[in-house]
């Protein structure tokens, strides 16, 4: 069993104050959704604990197990066991999937990953995403629609086996059969090994990947904690509710 604990998070971005407080507790075997309005913090929480330059964390900590994250570099952070599945993927020109993924595997376990070892689990996790066969020998995301990229990001998720994974809004650009693949895949994987947090903004994500716990965040804090009784009343009435009934106000805005 592995727990990331974020405790009173603040971060800011360009001198102005995202996230005002963040407390979270994720233990492997569990699923935290992360629902709110946009430009309310949630991908820079994502952002921030995976230790993206441009955000700039003033005050609190975050530890995976015994690791304090704020204090380690973005690759020692994947080694420790994060992994953050991007809202928008980059391109990689020149870089085939296939080596890319075997040395991101390298450098995350540290040892050496054997050719025909790699190239059996890497393909047997692309048929069950139901990818293009000619996948392996593409440059990363090179041309790739939004669906490809996304359902990539999971093939990396499933290849590298991380402790507790970041899902920033992995829904979207997701035709519905690629969202039930993608779904079930990442549901599949949640054991006392693995966990996740998924951040989104529809209800469809989450009817086949099962959360645990799901949070509402607004005005950079988690202000309501509970389980599928928020999804329900999210969907039946978007976030007008939470104004009247914690009586705070927010602004939709961009991340």
């Known amino acids: 069993m592995s727990k990331l604990e974020i405790k009173d998070l603040h971060v800011k971005i360009e001198n102005k104050e995202i996230l005002k407080g963040v407390n979270l507790v994720v233990n492997t075997g569990e699923v935290h959704a992360i629902m709110g309005p946009n430009g309310t913090g949630k991908s820079t929480l994502a952002s921030a604990l995976m230790g993206h330059p441009k955000y700039e964390v003033t005050e609190g900590t975050a530890h995976l197990d015994n690791d304090d994250l704020l204090e380690m570099e ?25 080596d890319f993924m075997r040395q991101a595997l390298k450098s995350v376990s540290g040892k050496d990953v054997p050719l025909i070892s790699f190239i059996l689990k890497y393909e047997k996790n692309a048929e069950e995403l139901k990818m293009r066969k ?24 499933k ?30 994987m949640i054991s006392k090994d693995f966990g996740c947090i998924l951040i989104t903004h529809y209800q469809r994500i ?19 904690t509970g389980g599928k009784e928020l999804i329900e009343k999210i969907d039946a009435n978007g976030y007008e509710w939470v104004k009247e009934e914690l009586g705070i106000e927010f602004e939709i805005g961009q991340e």
């Open 74 to 98: 973005v690759d020692e952070r994947a080694r420790a066991g994060l992994f953050l599945a991007m809202q928008y993927p980059a391109e990689v020109p020149g870089v085939t999937n296939s």
């Open 206 to 224: 989450l009817d086949y990947i099962k959360p645990t716990h799901v949070h509402i965040m607004i005005n950079g804090k988690i202000v309501l």
């Open 159 to 188: 290849t590298l086996k991380p402790k507790i994974a970041i899902l920033d809004e992995i829904d979207s650009g997701l035709d519905i059969d690629a969202l039930k693949i993608v779904g079930e895949n990442v549901n599949d």
């Open 134 to 157: 000619d996948l392996p020998h593409r440059y990363l995301n090179e041309g790739f629609s939004g669906g490809e990229r996304k359902r990539n990001e999971i093939l990396q998720l």
